[in-house]
């Protein structure tokens, strides 16, 4: 895959560790939630975050249908990008981010990353997803979220 600059960009805001909470050069962080998400069970999953400029940590959390009825919750996926989409997938579900990196979290459903200055005016767009295994199939069902934008400032 090509690498752009705003993916050179994200790998270097990666790879530098947060200043210490004194020097953190962050003031805020500008977070609002778009699109909507998709569920397993009948209530759409939501993905929220927060930003703390004196620790300079982004912080992440999403919600999860529950497991019932031969469905069981197996794990998480987070993406990140610096582009926004607007993909429609199975099941009634849009992926909103093109991602430029995912986690698979394994049954966490949080993420936290230290943010350095230079992340300053940069906008991020993240999406989580859960996958269930179904033993009617069997196999594995997703659900995503819906779309998270992020300006820091």
């Known amino acids: 895959m090509a690498r752009g600059p705003a993916s050179v960009?994200?790998?270097a805001l990666l790879a530098v560790a947060a200043p210490a909470a004194a020097q953190c050069g962050l003031?805020?962080?500008m977070i609002a939630n778009y699109g909507m998400g998709c569920a397993v069970q009948a209530t759409p999953i939501t993905i929220t975050a927060t930003?703390?400029?004196a620790s300079c940590l982004f912080t992440t959390a999403w919600t999860a249908s529950p497991s019932c009825c031969n469905v069981f919750y197996r794990g998480s996926i987070?993406?990140?990008g610096v582009q926004p989409a607007n993909v429609?997938?199975?099941n009634g579900c849009t992926l909103y981010i093109q991602p430029l990196l995912a986690f698979d979290l394994g049954q966490t459903r949080s993420f936290t990353l230290p943010i350095p200055p230079i992340a300053a005016g940069a906008t991020f767009y993240l999406q989580a997803a859960n996958y269930f295994f179904f033993t009617f199939c069997p196999c594995l069902v997703y659900e995503f979220t819906d779309g998270l934008s992020v300006t820091f400032f």
């Open 9 to 11: 960009l994200f790998v």
């Open 27 to 29: 003031s805020g962080a």
């Open 51 to 53: 930003f703390s400029p």
């Open 78 to 80: 987070l993406a990140i």
């Open 88 to 90: 429609p997938l199975p």
